[in-house]
T-cell receptor
Framework: AQSVAQPEDQVNVAEGNPLTVKCTYS??????LFWYVQYPNRGLQFLLK??????LVKGSYGFEAEFNKSQTSFHLKKPSALVSDSALYFC??????????FGDGTTLTVKP | NAGVMQNPRHLVRRRGQEARLRCSPM?????VYWYRQLPEEGLKFMVY????????ESGMPKERFSAEFPKEGPSILRIQQVVRGDSAAYFC?????????????FGPGTRLTVT
């Protein structure tokens, strides 16, 4: 069975500092990996995905994620955090059969 | 191109009543997923449907919950004889295909409150 772990319930950073939201996964075969963001009282919005190829994936709003196959990780990063980045972030894995599994989410708080 | 539509956005039901949640996928999408999000918790998969087919319902409670995605019309998640523990946000997502690296497009959710 596939699984996703987001080891931190909460991440706090100061505005302007770099941020990292961690994600590790377990899946058979080569995965598709995704990051989504959820703002209060809204549905999830797609940020970026890893399919194959370059291990560094760039996405919306200046976010990027680094795929590390040996560590089975797909950490979300941003060089300089904004207060408006404060939200709930979900990592997801999708196997080649189409089944998606989401992590429990990490609340990012960026303080001015 | 309208996104994923869900209605109602808010639904209040008394214990024992039925709740019907509707989801219209994005145009051209034939795959629908339902998720439940409890307060302060993550997103839990419930069911995955194609038109007229349930592909994976491994996340659905065994009783009182059912889902359909008919050939015409929206997908429906039905909860019979609701209990307070059913209070949650229910999200629908759609994608064009179950194969390949397609992200899911989420609706705004239906917030169910059981009184």
């Amino acid at each position: 069975a596939q699984s996703v772990a987001q080891p931190e319930d909460q991440v706090n950073v100061a505005e302007g500092n770099p941020l990292t939201v961690k994600c590790t996964y377990s899946v058979s075969g080569n995965p598709y990996l995704f990051w989504y963001v959820q703002y209060p009282n809204r549905g999830l919005q797609f940020l970026l995905k890893y399919i194959t190829g370059d291990n560094l994936v760039k996405g919306s709003y200046g976010f990027e994620a680094e795929f590390n196959k040996s560590q089975t990780s797909f950490h979300l990063k941003k060089p300089s955090a904004l207060v408006s980045d404060s939200a709930l972030y979900f990592c997801a894995v999708r196997d080649r059969a189409g089944k998606s599994t989401f992590g429990d989410g990490t609340t990012l708080t960026v303080k001015p | 191109n309208a996104g994923v539509m869900q209605n109602p956005r808010h639904l209040v039901r008394r214990r024992g009543q039925e709740a019907r949640l509707r989801c219209s996928p994005m145009k051209g999408h034939s795959h629908v997923y339902w998720y439940r999000q409890l307060p302060e918790e993550g997103l839990k998969f419930m069911v995955y449907l194609q038109k007229e087919n349930i592909i994976d319902e491994s996340g659905m409670p065994k009783e009182r919950f059912s889902a359909e995605f008919p050939k015409e019309g929206p997908s429906i998640l039905r909860i019979q004889q609701v209990v307070r523990g059913d209070s949650a946000a229910y999200f629908c997502a759609s994608s064009p295909n179950d194969r390949g690296p397609y992200e899911q497009y989420f609706g705004p959710g239906t917030r169910l409150t059981v009184t």
